[in-house]
């Protein structure tokens, strides 16, 4: 019978005295699960309870080509689980001492580190600042968002399909509103002045990233422009 049926079936049949309970016998299928070895170490992926239930929506979609993420944090590390997905970037970091890289704004948005000595905390121009190894946040973030899943390597990303662009403001302490504004505006395709035109405008923008006190009005203008 089809399944309509069956289930009006096992109502009548759970009011019958001496039945304890009745349903549908229907079939489930194995849901789409990747192949990457690390795969099972992520438990955010698939746990029942703090999960955010991956197989399901794989089965629906692993992403759309069409579509572009922008991961707007420290930039990116080269990685094979990446590759094939990066589209060009760029460095809005405008301090060279917070760039780490010799320069300020450029059109290459690679992570070359952020951390911070105790001899720079305590004096100079980053005096103040927390004393840390490297994060390669946006590497880790990237990593999470859009590593190339099903493919016997490392992990399984959420999402296998859409174009990640790296938009770097962040660097050694930190990044300033000014950059991060910047930053969130040429990702999603709005013109930065003395920056060239995005050629892969994201339709999803991500940042986690903050700081104490309110939001900005320079941050918060970007925000509302950018939607």
Known sequence: VSADAAARIAQRLRRIRGV??????VMLQAL??????????????FD???GINLPTAWDQTAGAAFLTVAVIDTGVRPHSDLASRIVPG???VSDPTIANDGTGRDAD?????DWVTSTEAAFGPLAG????NSSWHGTH????????????FGIAGVNWGSNLLPVRVLGKCGGYVSDIADGIRWAAGLPVPNAPSNAHPARVLT???GGGGACSVALQNAISAAV
């Open 20 to 25: 304890a309970h009745a349903e549908p016998d």
């Open 32 to 45: 789409r699960t990747p192949n990457d070895p690390y795969y099972n170490q992520q438990w955010d992926y």
């Open 48 to 50: 029942p309870v703090g």
């Open 90 to 92: 760029y460095d809005f």
């Open 109 to 113: 948005p690679t992570d070359p580190g």
């Open 129 to 132: 600042c927390r004393v840390t």
């Open 141 to 152: 973030v990237a990593g999470t968002l859009a590593a190339a899943g099903d493919n016997s």
């Open 207 to 209: 940042l986690s990233l």
